[in-house]
């Protein structure tokens, strides 16, 4: 090739990589990459890329293990923003300054034998000016890049009369400073008070790792609700589960477990023999975030080996096991079974019950107040079905409304409705029969004051879901992640309704057994 198009080549490569943060990677750092990128690897770039055109953002990234963020993020983002000269001073941290300095490593190791890099770039091969350290450098286009641990003094970091203008927070979270509520308040802190103030207007915030606790610092970070001027990612290994997860949940752990045979063959290899004789249904709906790396075979055997860690650091569905009230292994899913609604209300026949319960929220701010919840359970005998599990930011007005909806759909089945009327929430009951009897509703209304503590009362609920008599529907996420993360998680509004539900269900059959004799 001619000097001239090595040139153009050279200069084309140059403009595309500008313009794109996914050519930049194609051109430069194509030896990081063994497989092809996923559709999440895309969307980070078209993100990242898009901070380029726009200062003073914050972005909240979490990611499962393996997803290579560090490699494909950090080490070819901070690059790219050296080369074009975007930023004038870039800070790293991390948990530990060891974990900060070793992302550095990687910065500079792309800086100083990087060919393709260093052909393109020519002015990055000047003489370095110091310093040039374990801990910090500046590059020859005059950018600093420093790396910083938790555990050091932050305040007043300046280069020259320039504040940090990307700060770049990877991995500021482990799984022992969120173990406590009182590290998890210090990190906090520490972030709020000091880190998001290092900058000015115009500094752009990345913070990326993997929710180790529901009320960690990035989980608040990813949450829309809790802090709207963030930009929030959240992906999960698995992003759509088996549409038949019962063979998963039911057979094939039975096999994996050696305690049921397939074929003759038990354990993980009558396991494997059991999935390739359902293999069409066994995967059938699946979505997986980066399947060239992960297979649903491999998640559901990593999931067998650590419940927590699977949902922690591949889910970003942090479990705290020590303490949770209810196995999520033993939830039954009455979904499995039946379609709809209408199909299990059929099966279940005409005696079947029907208790509306709701947990009512007084607050007004429907951003980031407490969630209103109402629970619509149906009983046949000794087993109870969760029909809706409708929880939701709400005024009192929405909440009565949505109430009225409920008992106007179910008012042909004998029913009752159980709301709590602590405080001021008898005002709301009274309201509710108000409305009720201008639309001409029966209303068969139990007011609850609960004097039970409420950790005691929700944990009457672990043995109705232990034995199955407790059955749920898959679609019911925010409920279930209430009874996975409790009494660790940020809410309990829906358990709290489910549990009063139950009680009033129980109540009843009571009364009934009374009048019986």
Known sequence: ?????????????????????????????AHHVQLPYSPAHLDIYTLLSALSERRGQKVALAAPRGFGKTTQITNVY??????????????????????????????????????????????????????????????????????????????????GQFRPSLLIADDLETA?????????????????????????????YLFLGTLYHPNCLLAELVDPRLNPQW??????????????????????????????????????EGASQFYEDQKFLMDE???????????????????EAHEPSF???????????????FSMVDVVYWSDRYSS???????????????IACDPSLGQDTMRGDYSAIVVLARRRDFFYVLVADIERRNPDQTLEALLTYIQQYHRRFFRVAIETNQFQELMARELERRAAARQLSLPLKRITNTVEKMRRIQSLAPYVKSGRL????????????????????????????????RSSEEMGRMMDIRVV
């Not at 001073?89 to 490593?105: F, R």
């Not at 022992?176 to 752009?204: F, H, M, P, W, Y």
């Not at 949902?311 to 009230?325: A, I, M, S, T």
């Open 231 to 268: 930009v929030p990612r959240v992906y999960k290994a698995i992003v759509t589960w088996s549409q038949h997860q019962e063979l998963w949940d039911g057979p094939w752990r039975k096999i994996y477990q050696s305690r049921e045979t397939h074929k003759g063959k038990t354990g993980p």
């Open 471 to 502: 059955q749920f529907h898959r679609n019911q996420t925010r409920l279930l992640d209430e009874m996975r993360f409790y009494p660790h998680g940020q809410h309990d509004d829906g358990v709290d309704a489910l549990e009063m539900a139950i």
């Open 285 to 303: 709906g699946v979505e997986l975030l980066w399947p060239e790396r992960w297979s649903y075979y491999w998640l559901m055997e990593q999931r």
């Open 78 to 159: 901070l690059p790219h923003r050296i080369c074009y000269g975007k930023e004038r001073y870039i800070m790293i941290l991390s948990a530990t300054t060891s974990q900060a300095t070793h992302i550095l490593d990687g910065v500079k190791r792309e800086l100083m034998e990087n060919q393709k890099l260093l052909h393109d770039f020519p002015e990055l091969t000047g003489p370095r000016p110091v310093p040039w350290t374990e801990d910090e450098i500046v590059t020859p286009n005059g950018i600093k890049v420093a790396a910083f641990g938790a555990e050091q003094q932050l305040r007043g970091r300046k280069f």
């Open 1 to 29: 090739m001619s000097d001239d198009l090595a040139k153009d080549a050279s200069q084309l490569r140059r403009m595309e990589g500008e313009k794109s943060l996914l050519a930049f990677a194609k051109h430069y750092f």
């Open 311 to 325: 949902y922690c650091e591949l889910q970003n569905e942090p479990v705290n096991p020590r303490g949770n009230f």
């Open 341 to 355: 609604i209408e199909e299990l209300m059929q099966t279940l026949g005409r005696y079947v019950e029907i208790y």
């Open 176 to 204: 022992d400073n969120t173990l406590t509520q009182e590290s998890r308040e210090k990190l906090k802190e520490l972030v709020n008070r000091t880190i998001l103030l290092l900058g000015d207007a115009q500094t752009n």
